[in-house]
């Protein structure tokens, strides 16, 4: 599928170190082989949905279908970005963005993991820090939000560098357990006072319509 199909084939979010962007079914099968290899401690399950239960071959195909899924299902009324993050040319992990009727409500929630092999590098802070200046600087939005467990330090030191305030809790069955998540809000003023990473954004204009159907980013 060309860029012609599906613009945002075409979009890049670029840092220092880091690129974004939708993967072709060759990059794709690179990041699905990260998250074969380890998102986290098996003992622990730091998401919502536990998609990373289960054998390396099935944590591989979980993400390749999530991401093939998001593109099938795509309308500007509900859609998911999900992109591959590349450090230094590396695939490392990915990072989603996701709205419901974001023509209306400028919000968007985030949701990521990076491999085993690649935290502790603050690659996190970086690949969040880009797709917020996606967010506000080239959609416009007024929010992101987030959302992580008490005892996921890394998921929250993200957010807190990034100006992230507390917006209260979220209590959701894991495991078959409950679960209480920390709910997190970044609005456009904490945003630019936390601005830190220089990023760059290509090929984002034929993509608006689909992030916003006949509206106009402002």
Known sequence: MGIHSWPLYGLRITTPRLELRLPDLPLLDAVSAVAADGVHD????????PWTDGT????????????LG???????EKWT????????????GRQDLTAVDFAVTREIETGSWLGLAHQGRGIGTEMRAAVAHLAFEGLGARYMTSAAMPDNPRSL???????????????ASVRGQARTFRRL???????????????????????LPLFLG?????
Do not use: K, N
């Open 81 to 92: 970005l999900s992109l591959a993050v590349l450090c230094e040319g590396e695939p490392v």
């Open 70 to 76: 998001t593109v099938a299902e795509w309308r500007p």
């Open 185 to 207: 809000r970044l609005d456009r003023e904490a945003w630019q006072a936390h601005r830190t990473v220089p990023v760059d954004i290509q090929g984002l204009e034929p993509c």
């Open 157 to 171: 030191g993200v957010s807190r560098r990034l100006g992230y305030r507390p917006d209260g809790l979220l209590v």
């Open 42 to 49: 098996p003992a622990e399950m730091p998401f919502l949905y």
């Open 214 to 218: 006949d509206a106009v980013a402002p």
């Open 56 to 67: 390396p071959a099935e944590r591989a195909r979980a993400t390749f279908q999530h991401l």
